[in-house]
């Protein structure tokens, strides 16, 4: 075997993963303060990379610009679909609310292509195509970039939970809603603050996507991909999500490589069944046990 190609393939998937893992963290935010699975996740993804576009070479904004104010529009779009859309769903079945996510993420679509239509696009290049090199072995500069600003977020993320007083009124709310509001905590303002947090997250990892791969209105099948990792690390679990996307990186990878791309699919989905069947709750999800 070839170990430095394999070192550079691995490193590949590492990167991929980091950007799963950033993406499944939107995710886990609103299923952590609100038990809602949002499925538009990935379209709130592919709309961050539209907004960056837009910015920047429509309005043509500098980068350190354009990049804050997608970040802001996706929190924003986050902040209205919740007051609009979830919260009169409140009480409802889950089913009904995860049918209005399916039902926002077509709309988003939809919007992208009438205001941009269907044709892919390149994002105005702002990081450099210098390369890089961890030993002898080679990763995309664009690629190393993605792992350094994902790891960082998710870090940041792992100690606001921690230690950020709004971190704990959210694990709080997801504990148990009635204590959190016997305890003076805005539970509807942690809801907000939930999906406002994960969209504009959401639309950050789509800037870093759509800089790699371009952006077109189908981007948001990224999504899914998160989402695999999600319920392989645990829906509630920040942390489930970081080794989730890093684990599926690789094996995307090492699938695609080895196997062909064709396997790619098969594999992600067959270790999602498998993990399913083993740990249903994921991971580091939390076991929940229902006396009937």
Do not use: H
Not at 47 to 54: D, E, I, K, N, S
Request: net charge neutral; charged share 10%.
């Amino acid at each position: 075997m070839d170990w430095l190609f394999f070192a550079e393939v691995t490193l590949a998937g590492l990167g991929s993963g980091a950007l799963l893992a950033l993406t499944a963290l939107a995710f886990v935010l609103i299923y952590k303060a609100t038990r809602v699975i949002n499925l538009a996740v990935g379209e709130i993804l592919m709309l961050g990379g539209y907004l960056f576009f837009a910015f920047s070479a429509g309005f043509g904004l500098p980068v350190w610009a354009a990049i804050p104010l997608a970040i802001a529009g996706g929190g924003a779009v986050g902040a209205l679909v919740e007051r609009a859309l979830i919260r009169p769903m409140l009480g409802e079945a889950p089913i009904s609310v995860f049918m209005v996510t399916v039902g926002l993420g077509s709309v988003l679509m939809g919007v992208a292509e009438l205001v941009w239509n269907t044709d892919p696009r390149a994002l105005p290049d702002f990081m450099g195509a210098t390369p890089v090199f961890i030993g002898e072995a080679y990763v995309s500069r664009k690629i190393a970039i993605g792992f350094a600003v994902a790891g960082v977020v998710i870090a940041l993320f792992l100690l606001l939970f921690r230690f950020w007083r709004g971190g704990v009124a959210l694990r709080a709310t997801a504990s148990d809603q009635a204590a959190a509001y016997s305890c003076g905590i805005n539970v509807p303002g942690v809801f907000s603050l939930a999906w406002i947090v994960a969209c504009a997250t959401a639309a950050g990892a789509g800037i870093l996507v759509g800089a790699i791969g371009g952006i077109s209105p189908t981007m948001g099948v990224f999504g899914l991909s998160a989402l695999v990792v999600v319920i392989i690390g645990g829906l509630d679990s920040v942390l489930g999500a970081l080794v989730g996307g890093l684990l599926i990186g690789l094996v995307e990878a090492w699938a695609g490589t080895f196997l062909g791309g064709e396997f790619k699919l098969v594999t992600t989905f067959s270790l999602l069944i498998a993990a399913l069947m083993i740990r249903p709750y994921g991971l580091f999800g939390t076991v929940e046990i229902e006396r009937l």
